[in-house]
């Protein structure tokens, strides 16, 4: 059932912060496409196929919205701020076609300005891509294309409910780079029930067989609500098995080293340079705006933004959010002002997932004295001033970050 509750005004504080954010401080778009062909089963990200949303919502509505939450956006922050980073992700941002997504780059350039050099991304199916679509995003001004891959075996695919074949992702990377994209992004999946060393294996070599500079990849997560964890509940697979998660993630940091890739955030991997440190060029510079926690407005159903101390979400189903638009409204569903505490925790969760690690001047005494004592443990190492993951602690990641914070 469609939400149609009003969206909530900004507060006259969370206004007035995004009104006087710097402007020189860094800021970046996220897009979201809320549209799938299938739904895979573990997915729980705020998608819809053309079943769900029936009439009530079309590619046409969503993008007369997208123009108006963009230009709402541009009013809003300081005059002349340019766009460092774009991302349009979903959903699959693919079945746009390239010439649809062609239009949504075209919608941000009438609302801002691009930053020279500015990175501008987009997701894709490998199911819904070709030479042409490649070569459309190309000539539009895309610089980083991200394939879902998830794995190389077929019967993992089918546990996951992907609907691409495995070689088709490798394809489609093949296209993206004959189309002339330097940065190329596979997702890969791990710890799927079913999935043997051997699959994975597999799949990290078919990875490597093709130009990518850049690879994601993440545990798989039972997500609340979806048809992957009814499954689990109901005992037709089982749960991912922590110890397996943590060994296939070994697997992976150590075949993507070999092969010249290094880690720069503790799931993701860059071509690295000479000295071993990821290459600038191929490090994900809008994910790197996340976890710096610079600004970022995110456009579309349910998208999250943050600017200047504040976050707020947008109101979830296509159709609601267009109609909130349409009246002239943002369509925010919920909004928050970050307290001093909140920020601090963020960036110590978000800071040491990098390879750059904690500055240690973010911490205050007893949070360093927890630090000290992870690093006697082993969980951390100090280069220069910043406090760093080490191989062992990147496995246990989350429980560095509770315990350096918890007094």
């Known amino acids: 059932m469609t939400d149609r509750r ?16 710097d402007a020189a401080r860094p800021l970046s778009l996220y897009l979201h496409v809320p549209f799938c062909a ?10 819809y196929t053309a079943g769900e ?40 941002p693919s079945l746009l076609g390239g010439q649809g997504l062609a239009r949504l780059l075209d919608a941000v350039r009438d609302s801002f300005d691009l930053a020279p050099g500015a990175e501008v991304t987009t997701e894709s199916n490998p199911e819904s891509t070709s030479p042409e679509f490649f070569g459309a995003l190309r000539d539009a001004g895309f610089t980083r294309i991200s394939l879902g891959m998830q794995s190389a075996a077929p019967h993992v695919l089918a546990v996951l409910e992907r609907t691409h074949t495995p070689g088709r992702a490798l394809d489609a990377a093949r296209e993206a780079s004959a189309a002339g994209f330097e940065h190329v992004n596979l997702d890969m999946i791990y710890g799927t029930p079913g999935e043997r060393d051997t699959d994975l294996r597999e799949t990290l070599d078919a990875v490597l067989s093709v130009p990518v500079d850049h690879v994601s990849a ?53 071509r690295a340079q000479a000295d071993s440190l990821p290459a600038p060029q191929s490090v994900c510079r ?90 006697a443990r082993g969980l951390l190492t100090v280069a220069g001033e910043a406090y760093v993951l080490t191989d062992a602690g990147r496995l246990l990641a989350d429980g560095v970050v509770r315990d350096m914070l918890v007094d």
């Not at 590619?59 to 005059?79: F, I, K, N, T, Y």
Request: hydrophobic content about 40%; proline content about 4%.
């Open 218 to 270: 993440y545990a798989l997560i039972v997500e609340d609500g979806t048809r992957f964890a009814r499954k689990v509940r109901r005992g037709e697979v089982p749960m991912p098995d922590d110890d397996v998660l943590a060994a296939r993630y070994e697997m992976i940091d150590a075949r993507l080293s070999e092969a010249g890739m290094t880690w720069y955030e503790v799931s993701n991997w860059a």
């Open 286 to 375: 809008h994910n790197e705006a996340y976890w710096r926690s610079d600004d970022w407005w995110g456009v579309g159903p349910g998208a999250h933004s943050h600017v200047n101390g504040v976050r707020w979400w947008n109101q979830k189903h296509p159709a609601t959010y267009s109609a909130s638009l349409a009246d002239g409204a943002l369509p925010i569903g919920g909004q928050e002002i970050l307290s001093e505490a909140d920020i601090h925790t963020e960036s110590v969760m978000l800071r040491l997932r990098m390879r750059d690690g904690l500055p240690a001047n973010l911490l205050d005494s007893g949070e360093r004295q927890r630090a000290d004592a992870a690093v």
């Open 38 to 47: 299938t739904r895979c089963g573990y997915c729980d990200f705020n998608t």
């Open 53 to 92: 949303l029936g009439s009530s919502s079309s590619p046409q509505s969503w993008m007369e919205g997208v123009r108006a939450e963009l230009d709402q956006a541009a009013a809003l922050l300081a005059r002349g701020r340019e766009v460092s980073t774009v991302f349009v992700g979903g959903g699959t």
């Open 6 to 21: 009003a969206p909530e005004a900004l507060s006259g504080q969370a206004r007035t912060a995004l009104e006087t954010a």
